[in-house]
């Protein structure tokens, strides 16, 4: 191969493929060059003027290199792999680093495999992740574990890439025993270790990164950030459906730090990825608040390579590989063809692969083993009127709590009229039957129940609903199908329903059909009072986060991320609370 590449580029031989006339985005020195870019056998030749056996015309058009998305949950596109990649790859991303985190907690170790042998048929590089924290958390029900004996005999595989976001930054920084076994682990194998370390500052920051973790997606204020940076971490920028910081982070970024900058989804559904796009997305967006577009495409190109190790990645220039994107314009980013190693696998927005012949092992079905539920099971018994509840911020996925106050009738508490839900959390792994219970206020719903089975990150049931009989026949909804998204309407007595049979997280159906299905429920959902602010489902799913400050509910109970501790539904009236009356609503 090196001899073809070097005749190929010596101009003894012609290049398999020609881009003539490119005007190309050169993330090595910041400029726009011009010249013919050669490929020959996956990887580019050399840029100045060739000729090939097959030859296409970009001067109208910007070649950049494919973007790498730096950290992303495939289960959170409720696609399979087959189908994410074929909304993905047309917008012109062509490497993720994929953390299989949420199939993991369901599924263990085989639902890991699953995403991996899944994604080798198309023609999108997945660099899997080992995921570190399974479950995220000690204090809280998943359907597999995935210790540190564990990852010591699974890093090594030849489908495993590096160690996922490291969201237990307590056991980092306190030195847990287990937690050094997996960091060791990835460290004796040169894997990288990705960060997950929302507000860790300081002298627990150092702590965090000797652990050997080099990024961090979860900045908050910009004087973390830049402490990140300076201690010579890599910041991804995010862009995701519930979880979005692209914008405000990118104001940190200057000419010396630009090139510790990446940039990521996260999270991001089927709708966002069908009707606003992936990467794509993110730079349009970056550039429209005024960014420099040059800086945007190699932050989520070359940046993101270098980040994680990978070579000739990121670039266009001579040994390079030719994942490339031809788009319109460094402004609005649509993506004309789309190269994988030099192969079009994509045109005018369009997928030139086919995905019908989906990977599917009865090891990550059939996931949702709940037990029977009544309505008496969504009593919340109190001995007095005030409770701590939730609280939430549309687009953010860190949460409030404030006392309120509320209608204790019958031994049990009466929402109806108010801006305050119930909020559950149903253990679905067929483990120990617990529910959670909490009160969130402001989410909007009204009239019924509504849940899913993607709740971050042991997946099982979480639930919102102001009446008890609907959020039974929610949960048993969700027990039939096999996983997945419901609304019960109380007035209409109707159940509304999308299945995601793989893990409860995802569909084995083709992209365009679960994007309509799963827009008509979102919709439904609105149109029972969510605050269009919300993402309807997938803020829900977020509520359970127990890595994400500042309280969140766990099948086990409200818990106070900050203390990493469990707190009491029931509170106080007192001079040290403040007393929030919720709000009547019509």
Same mark, same amino acid.
């Given at each position: 191969m090196i001899e073809k590449l070097i005749n190929v580029a010596a101009k003894r031989e012609k290049a398999e493929l020609v881009l003539k006339n490119?005007?190309?985005?050169?993330?090595?020195?910041?400029?726009?060059?011009?010249?013919?870019?050669?490929?020959?056998?996956?990887?580019?030749?050399?840029?100045g003027s060739y000729s090939g056996v097959e030859e296409i015309d970009v001067a109208n058009f910007t070649v950049v290199p494919g973007y790498i998305d730096g950290h992303v949950h495939i289960e959170s596109s409720q696609l399979s792999p087959?189908?994410?990649?074929?909304?993905?790859?047309?917008?012109?991303?062509?490497?993720?680093?994929?953390?299989?985190?949420?199939?993991?907690?369901?599924?263990?170790?085989?639902?890991?495999?699953?995403?991996?042998?899944?994604?080798?048929?198309?023609?999108?590089?997945?660099?899997?992740?080992?995921?570190?924290?399974?479950?995220?958390?000690?204090?809280?029900?998943?359907?597999?574990?995935?210790?540190?004996?564990?990852?010591?005999r699974n890093i090594d595989s030849g489908y495993i890439y590096g160690l996922a976001e490291f969201m237990n930054y307590p056991g980092v920084i306190g030195a847990d025993p287990d937690v050094i076994k997996k960091l060791e682990a990835a460290q004796k194998s040169r894997k990288v270790?990705?960060?997950? %370390?929302?507000? /860790? #500052?300081? &002298?627990? +920051?150092?702590?965090?990164?000797?652990?050997?973790?080099?990024? !961090?997606?979860?900045? $908050?204020?910009?004087?973390?950030?830049?402490?990140?940076?300076?201690?010579?971490?890599?910041?991804?920028?995010?862009?995701?459906?519930?979880?979005?910081?692209?914008?405000?982070?990118?104001?940190?970024?200057?000419?010396?730090?630009?090139r510790r900058f990446i940039i990521c989804a996260d999270d991001r559904h089927a709708a966002d990825l069908k009707e606003k796009g992936d990467m794509d997305d993110a730079l349009r967006t970056l550039v429209r608040s005024g960014f420099n577009p040059i800086w945007a495409v190699?932050?989520?190109?070359?940046?993101?390579?270098?980040?994680?190790?990978?070579?000739?990645?990121?670039?266009?220039?001579?040994?390079?590989? %030719?994942?490339? /994107? #031809?788009? &319109?314009? +460094?402004?609005?980013?649509?993506?004309?063809?789309?190269?994988? !190693?030099?192969?079009? $696998?994509?045109?005018d927005g369009k997928p030139l692969f086919?995905?019908?012949?989906?990977?599917?092992?009865?090891?990550?079905?059939?996931?949702?083993?709940?037990?029977?539920?009544?309505?008496?099971?969504?009593?919340?018994?109190?001995?007095?009127?005030?409770?701590?509840?939730?609280?939430?911020?549309?687009?953010?996925?860190?949460?409030?709590?404030?006392?309120?106050?509320?209608?204790?009738?019958?031994?049990?508490?009466?929402?109806?009229?108010?801006?305050?839900?119930?909020?559950?959390?149903?253990?679905?792994h067929g483990v120990n039957g617990n529910i959670g219970k909490g009160i969130l206020k402001g989410y909007g719903f009204r009239g019924g129940a509504m849940g899913i089975t993607i709740a971050h990150d042991s997946h099982n049931i979480i639930l919102l609903g102001d009446d008890n009989a609907s959020m039974a026949r929610a949960v048993e909804e969700l027990k039939t199908i096999g996983g997945g998204m419901v609304i019960v309407d109380s007035a209409e007595n109707r159940t509304y329903s999308l299945p995601l049979d793989i893990g409860g997280l995802?569909?084995?159906?083709?992209?365009?059909?679960?994007?309509?299905?799963?827009?008509a429920l979102i919709e439904?959902?609105?149109?029972?009072?969510?605050?269009?602010?919300?993402?309807?489902?997938?803020?829900?799913?977020?509520?359970?986060?127990?890595?994400?400050?500042?309280?969140?509910?766990?099948?086990?109970?409200?818990?106070?991320?900050?203390?990493f501790a469990f707190m009491p539904l029931e509170a106080e009236e007192g001079p040290k609370n403040k007393v929030v009356v919720n709000v009547k609503v019509k």
């Open positions: 490119a005007r190309y985005v050169n993330v090595f020195n910041g400029k726009i060059e011009s010249g013919d870019i050669a490929i020959h056998m996956g990887k580019i030749a050399g840029i087959e189908e994410y990649a074929s909304l993905i790859v047309p917008r012109g991303t062509t490497t993720i680093v994929a953390d299989p985190h949420e199939i993991g907690n369901v599924c263990g170790m085989p639902g890991i495999e699953y995403i991996a042998k899944a994604s080798e048929n198309v023609p999108l590089d997945v660099k899997i992740m080992l995921p570190s924290c399974v479950p995220a958390t000690p204090f809280e029900t998943s359907g597999a574990v995935i210790d540190g004996a564990e990852i010591e270790i990705d960060g997950h %370390a929302p507000t /860790v #500052v300081g &002298d627990e +920051l150092n702590a965090y990164i000797c652990g050997g973790i080099s990024t !961090d997606h979860e900045c $908050v204020e910009n004087s973390e950030l830049e402490e990140k940076l300076a201690k010579g971490m890599y910041v991804h920028l995010r862009h995701g459906s519930s979880t979005r910081n692209l914008v405000s982070n990118s104001k940190s970024v200057t000419a010396s730090n630009m190699t932050i989520a190109t070359l940046n993101t390579a270098e980040a994680y190790g990978m070579k000739w990645k990121g670039g266009i220039a001579p040994n390079w590989t %030719a994942d490339l /994107v #031809v788009v &319109d314009d +460094l402004e609005n980013f649509n993506a004309k063809y789309v190269f994988k !190693d030099g192969k079009m $696998v994509a045109k086919d995905t019908s012949k989906r990977y599917l092992p009865e090891d990550v079905l059939n996931t949702v083993h709940v037990r029977d539920v009544r309505p008496d099971d969504f009593k919340y018994e109190i001995n007095g009127n005030f409770v701590n509840a939730m609280t939430i911020k549309p687009g953010n996925i860190v949460t409030g709590s404030e006392v309120v106050r509320v209608k204790n009738i019958g031994g049990d508490i009466d929402v109806s009229g108010t801006d305050l839900l119930k909020l559950v959390v149903v253990e679905r995802m569909s084995s159906k083709a992209a365009e059909s679960l994007q309509r299905e799963s827009k439904r959902a609105y149109s029972m009072g969510v605050d269009r602010e919300q993402e309807a489902f997938m803020s829900l799913a977020f509520l359970s986060l127990s890595v994400i400050p500042k309280v969140k509910i766990l099948d086990t109970g409200l818990f106070d991320v900050d203390k």
